[in-house]
């Protein structure tokens, strides 16, 4: 159900504000934390940015290997979400103790997450002051993915497919708010 | 129906990804410009990255102020947010045209947009290299407010009122999807 999407449509797998899981892998450890604060910031070449906390066991992969993942989890995958997100891969193995499945996709560079909704893999534009003074890190899509049962021709559909494939929009704790309805304004 | 913000909780008017109207006033002319791209980036004290392109009439009001606010609008607001973010207030003068009400809020420091559910005044933080290479602001919010009837006690609360007030997600042209259902896993 996996369909490759165009770099410049990018963006658009963010652009409604989704709460992603972001992923990385060094040195044979892989790693997955869940994010609210993300977004696109150019279209084309497509870049994005992300709040990554210093303290956060994602991060040093991310240093080290220079490259992250953002995946879009949807509603099906609420409490696993709130999991990846109350956790550290300091004191556990998130990927087993949540049985976090990984998709076999041979061009990304970092691990996307099975399940989720859209992929986006990423190189870290290097931003010294950024990543030190705002915990912001940029990075630059390289290849991006969507389920095609919920993503198709540059848009997302929600309306014809289960409440489960809907996008996670956090608030605070382990509470969300799902994607609703589409509003078209004709123009 | 306007309620003060704590600005701890701030972060919890952008924390689930509404496109914003930014607004911004300098030598006595206001605008109001649409912008997907924002996102919280730290609690507190409370900060905010927003993506302004420099061909916008908002950016020159900005710098020359130093001043925004982030405006959270709403589904009855939807053909005024398409409005407002398909001209430029070089050509119109988008407020009259387009009918947008301001606020008379005497604590705030650029112009906050009636209807909208949520507002952020803030002050920018001066990054140059952000601004120039990324056409990325910073912002420290100084004021924030929120219509009680869909936000109390520090979250959303949508289930209960017209689906008029929920919160808008670009897609893109001028197609949004609307915020939709609560979803708790419960931690």
């Keep these: 159900m996996r369909i490759a999407v165009d770099l410049a449509k990018a963006y658009r797998l963010l652009n409604h504000g989704p709460t992603v899981l972001v992923s990385a892998s060094a040195e044979g450890r892989n790693n997955v934390m869940a994010a609210a604060w993300v977004m696109p910031v150019d279209f084309n070449p ?69 399940g989720c909704v859209a992929w986006l893999d990423c190189v870290c534009l290097p931003e010294p002051h950024n990543e030190a003074t705002h915990d912001l890190f940029l990075g630059m899509v390289t290849g991006a993915w969507a389920d095609r049962r919920v993503f198709d021709g540059g848009r997302w559909h929600f309306d ?23 509003v078209d304004t004709g123009q």
Tied chains: 1, 2.
């Excluded at 992969?61 to 891969?89: D, K, W, Y």
């Excluded at 014809?160 to 589409?182: K, N, P, S």
């Design 160 to 182: 014809q497919v289960d409440e489960g494939f809907r996008t996670l929009h956090h608030v605070a704790g382990g509470h969300y708010l799902a994607i609703g309805d589409e």
């Design 46 to 114: 497509p870049k994005v940015a992300v709040v990554i906390d210093r303290k956060t066991f994602t991060r040093g992969l991310i240093e080290r290997s220079g490259r992250f993942a953002l995946n879009v989890p949807c509603r099906a995958q609420a409490r696993m979400v709130t999991a990846l997100g109350t956790h550290t891969g300091r004191e556990i193995d998130k990927l087993s103790d949540f049985q976090v499945s990984l998709l076999d996709e041979p061009t990304a560079s970092s691990p996307l997450v099975g």
